[in-house]
C-alpha cells in the first residue's frame, strides 16, 4: 500500500490557488469587487488610525515642549512672602545633581499700550543669562531683534507686540498699580521701554501677554527692591521634575514650597491621555468593521468557489490545506490593505505641514485658529510603538476574523458540494 505523503502547510500550490482566487473575476465565480472593497477599507482604517495617533503625540510633544519650555520645570515661592536671600537659595538648589539653572524672578501683572491699543502684560523680571537658559526663548524660530539688548528695553510675545501694531525699535507704555499709597488707593505708575526682541515661544496664550524686562527694572517698578517673588529651576531633564522638586524644596529652606510644571499642567495631560486611550478604542472599532468586510468576501468566495472545493478534496487536498489556502486570501487582503495604510499614515505624518497649507489655501485660510486650538499650526509626531500598534491591531484582526470563514470552506463536505454539478 502506497504511503500517504504530506505536502508542508503553506506550500507553493496553496498560495497558487490562493492568488488565483483573489484575482478571479466575478464571471469566473471571484469576488473582485469585494476583493477591493476590503482592501480599500482596510487602508482607509490603519491610515486613520496612524495619522490619528501621530497628531494626538506631535500635540502632547508640542504641548509639553512649549509649556515647559517657556516656565520653570521646578518654581520655588515662599507663600504670601517675598524671597529675600534669593542667592544664597539659589546657590543650595544648584548644588542639586540635575539642576541646570536657577532664575530669581519677579513677576507682575501690568497694563501695555501703544499706538491708542492696549493689552494685558504679564512681565516677568530676569536676568539676561538666565533668560537664555529658556529653549524657547533662544530657539524659537519666529523673532525679531536681538535678545543680548534686553538690558536696554523690553521682550514682547509676537501676539502681544501684534496686538499693539508694535516692532522692535518702538516704544511701549507699562502701566502698573505700584506707586505710592494715597488716601485714594495705590498710584499707578507708568513707564515707556523700547522694543527690542520679539519672540514666539509657540503656544499662542503665553505670546499673547508674556513680556520680560531686566531683573532691576523689573524690582524697581514693583518696589521688589533686593528681592525676588520667585526662583525659576531648570532641569537637565524636565521628566524628573516630580522626583526633584521636594529635594529642592528641602534645599530651598523652611516655609518655601515648591511645585512642578506637572503640578500646573498634571489635569490636562490626564485628559490627554484619556482621550487617546478613547480615540485607539474608537478607531480600533473602526479597523474591525474593515476587517469584516474579509468576512464579507471570504464567505462569498466560499460558496462561489465550493464546487472547485469539492473537486480540490476530491483529488486529495486535505481539510488543512483547503484552511490554509482561504486563510491566505483573507489574510493577504488584510496584510497588503495593511501595508498600504501604513504607508498613507507615514506619509500623511511626515508631509502634514504641507497637506495642512494645501487645505487651508483651498478653504481660503482660517482653518486653524490658534486663539482657540494654544499653537499655530498641527503637529504630528511619527513614533514606532504608535506604527507598531497600527499594524499588529490591523493583521490581528484581519487574519482572526479571516479563520472562521476558511474553517467553513475546509470542513465542506466534498459529496455535497458536487451533488448537483
Not at 49 to 63: D, K, P, Q
Not at 231 to 251: C, G, H, M, T
Request: glycine content about 10%; charged content about 20%.
Amino acid at each position: 500500500m502506497a504511503a500517504v505523503r504530506h505536502t508542508k502547510p503553506f506550500a507553493k500550490f496553496e498560495w497558487m490557488i490562493a492568488w488565483r482566487y483573489i484575482r478571479a473575476k466575478r464571471a469566473e465565480g471571484g469576488v473582485s469587487v469585494m476583493t477591493w472593497i476590503s482592501l480599500i477599507g482596510v487602508t482607509l482604517a490603519v491610515f486613520a488610525l496612524i495619522a490619528t495617533l501621530a497628531v494626538r503625540s506631535g500635540f502632547r510633544a508640542e504641548f509639553i515642549d512649549t509649556i515647559a519650555g517657556a516656565n520653570a520645570h521646578v518654581t520655588v515661592v515662599q507663600p504670601r512672602a517675598v524671597i529675600e536671600d534669593h542667592e544664597d537659595m539659589a546657590q543650595r538648589i544648584m548644588a542639586i545633581e540635575g539642576v541646570r539653572s536657577v532664575a530669581p524672578l519677579v513677576r507682575g501683572q501690568a497694563m501695555a499700550s501703544a499706538n491708542g491699543s492696549l493689552g494685558l502684560a504679564d512681565i516677568h523680571g530676569i536676568r539676561l543669562e538666565d533668560l537664555k537658559a529658556s529653549d524657547a526663548i533662544v530657539d524659537s524660530e519666529r523673532t525679531q531683534g536681538n535678545l543680548d539688548d534686553l538690558p536696554n528695553g523690553i521682550a514682547l510675545g509676537s501676539e502681544l507686540a501684534n496686538r499693539l501694531g508694535l516692532t522692535v525699535g518702538d516704544r511701549i507704555e507699562i502701566t502698573t498699580r505700584s506707586g505710592a499709597a494715597t488716601p485714594m488707593g495705590t498710584a499707578t505708575r507708568r513707564n515707556a521701554y523700547d522694543v527690542v526682541f520679539i519672540f514666539s515661544t509657540g503656544r499662542f496664550q503665553i505670546d499673547e501677554v508674556r513680556a520680560y524686562l531686566p531683573f532691576e527694572t523689573a524690582q524697581l517698578i514693583f518696589n521688589r527692591d533686593g528681592v525676588a517673588d520667585e526662583l525659576e529651576i531648570r532641569l537637565e531633564d524636565l521628566n524628573q521634575s516630580e522626583e526633584l522638586k521636594q529635594p529642592i524644596a528641602n534645599a530651598a529652606g523652611p516655609g518655601m514650597w515648591a511645585y512642578s510644571w506637572q503640578d500646573r499642567v498634571g489635569r490636562f495631560l490626564r485628559a490627554l491621555t484619556i482621550e487617546d486611550n478613547v480615540m485607539f478604542i474608537i478607531l480600533s472599532i473602526l479597523v474591525l468593521v474593515a476587517s469584516m468586510n474579509i468576512i464579507s468576501g471570504l464567505i462569498m468566495l466560499v460558496k462561489n468557489k465550493g464546487r472547485d472545493v469539492g473537486i480540490l478534496r476530491t483529488m486529495g487536498l486535505t481539510e488543512g490545506s483547503v484552511l490554509r489556502v482561504f486563510f491566505i486570501c483573507g489574510a493577504g487582503i488584510g496584510t497588503i490593505g495593511t501595508i498600504f495604510g501604513v504607508i498613507l499614515g507615514c506619509l500623511f505624518a511626515i508631509y502634514i505641514d504641507t497637506i495642512f497649507s494645501f487645505v487651508n489655501y483651498v478653504a481660503g485660510g482660517g482653518v486653524w485658529d490658534p486663539s482657540i486650538r494654544g499653537i499655530y499650526n498641527i503637529p504630528a509626531e511619527l513614533r514606532l510603538i504608535d506604527v507598531i500598534k497600527a499594524v499588529s491591531l490591523s493583521l490581528g484582526l484581519s487574519w482572526i476574523v479571516t479563520i472562521f470563514p476558511a474553517r467553513r470552506a475546509a470542513r465542506m463536505n466534498p459529496v455535497e458540494a458536487l451533488r448537483y454539478e
